[in-house]
Structure formats: C-alpha cells, structure tokens
C-alpha cells in the first residue's frame, strides 16, 4: 500500500511547486528534491513506474518532434527496499526513509542525450552541473530516529567521502568524530563538549596524514544536526595534498561557489561496498 501510495502522490499530487522566489520543490511522499529557480519552464518531469523522470525540456521536445522520446535525460528519482541500485552503471545514493524502508537514489545518464544544437547543449550542460547540489539538498523525510548514535555520511566539496558519527548529545554539548576518506588514506579528529544551540555548532578541523601523500585538513566551519540528516557548512580554510615527488595541491574553501560550500550527510543504514560507493560519488561529478 504505502508503494502504491508514493507512485499515486508522484502522478498526481504536488509534483513541482514554488518555494519562495529561489528555487523549485519535487515532492513525493518521502522525498523533497529542490531544483534551481532557474530550471522553471526548463525541465520537463514525467511520472515512472517507480518514481519520476527528469528531462531538459528543450532538448525533449526537439526530439520528439523528429519521432525520437526520450531525449533530454537529466535524472530519474527511484527508490528500492534492497539494494539492487547498487548495480547501476551511474547514480548517486541519497539516504533512506525509516517510515517506508526505501532506499532513495537518483539514477544518471549513461550517454549524451543532449540535442544536435549548440545553445540546447550549452542549456543541458549547466543543469546537468547542478545535480551534486540537487543530490546533497534532498530531504527524505519519515525518520524518527535521534542524533544520537548515528552516522551520517557523504562527500566533501571536493567529493572525499567523509563522514560525521554522534556519539552523545548531553545538556547542550555534543561528542563527535569527524572522518574523511582521501582514496583510502582515512583522516579522522574527535570533539568532546562541542556546545550545541537550536541544532548548529561550529567546528575547526585541524588534522593531517601521512601515506602515500601527505594530507592536511585546517578549515573550519559549522554543522547543523537533524534527525536524518547532517548540514556541514565550510566557512574558510583550505585541504592540502603533498605527493612523495615534493609537489602540492591546495583546495581552499574560498575558491568554492558559495553554494559547493555546504554539503548535506545522510544516515544510511545500507551498507556499500568501495566499488558501489566510489561509483556513486563518481556519478556525481
């Protein structure tokens, strides 16, 4: 019933509705995607068996007008209670609904499927370049599970897989262990009585490794908690990446759009294999 139910809502009820004058909402039952203020009258969103199609509506049309459907393909938002989506070429996991027991993904072109144009190209490209941010905006909602005791996990701005565990919230104070993964080489730095107001704290990461390159994170920033879901926002500071041949890259959060500064962590009970996961935050890019 409650598959029936998000298949119904995704045909019929608000599939895409104003919010605000800055952006667009998709919502399902379970799901809100927020799209940019300036796909309106630009995509093209089509019910699926099991969720809804994304498409640049320029290119879909001059498509079909020479017999071809389809074309134009930006995302199509799914979801499974296994993990079959694992086995797609190209997606990007968003989390999971404790309510329906859904895991909610959006599943990626594996082609060009942008028209023969220079502008229609030009248009897909940009909203193509959007969908790290649709990704890491989502909110799944259903969850009734605290904080406490959970992991949220994600990618950085520069898409390392990083990770933020709970470990207890105590009269305004949180204990927390903040984790990145660079290809393998895990840096990790824990906080006690990090003081929490109204669900946002403030943190300076300043932590290095030594492997096969030299690491150094010293940024900082703040994180606000929810119930499914983690919001790290980078403030200033920069990630810094030193190869044994004596060469060096720095990543500094200013270089960063304002809106790449800010990544959403999901707790996903699913767990992933290192292929699976390094083929998610691929897709990403």
């Known amino acids: 019933m409650k598959r029936a139910i998000f298949i119904i809502l995704l045909i019929f009820a608000l599939a895409l509705s104003a919010l605000a004058e800055t952006e667009l909402v998709y919502r399902t039952e379970d799901v809100d995607l927020h799209l940019p203020a300036s796909w309106k009258g630009k995509v093209l969103i089509l019910p699926t068996p099991t969720g809804a199609a994304f498409y640049q509506k320029a290119s879909y049309d001059r498509f079909l007008e020479e017999g071809i459907p389809g074309g134009g393909f930006l995302f199509a ?3 499974c209670v296994n993990s079959d989506f694992q086995d797609l070429p190209s997606f990007i996991y968003l989390g999971f609904c404790e309510d329906s ?7 990626l072109p594996t082609d060009y499927p942008a028209y023969m144009d220079e502008a229609i190209r030009a248009e897909w490209d940009d909203m193509h370049g959007k969908l790290r941010g649709i990704a890491q905006g989502a909110v799944i909602r259903g969850s009734v599970a605290k904080p406490e005791g959970k992991r949220y996990s994600g990618s950085d701005p520069w898409g390392n897989r990083l990770t933020i565990a709970i470990d207890a919230i105590t009269d305004g104070k949180m204990a927390w262990t903040y984790t990145e993964d660079f290809a393998g080489q895990v840096l990790s730095q824990s906080f006690q009585d990090t003081e929490l107001v109204d669900g946002r704290a403030a943190f300076h990461v300043e932590a290095a490794i030594q492997g096969a390159e ?8 703040t994180i606000t908690v929810d119930n499914d879901s983690l919001t790290v926002a980078y403030t200033a500071g920069q ?8 060469g060096s890259t720095a990543y500094h959060v200013d270089a960063l759009e304002e809106t790449d500064r800010t990544v959403v962590l999901r707790s996903a009970p699913v767990e992933t294999d290192d292929a699976a996961s390094d083929k998610a935050i691929a897709s990403g890019d």
């Open 77 to 79: 938002l799914d979801g």
């Open 101 to 107: 027991a859904m895991n909610y993904y959006l599943e």
């Open 214 to 221: 030299y690491i150094t994170c010293d940024y900082s920033g």
């Open 239 to 246: 990630m810094t990446e030193a190869s044994s041949e004596g």
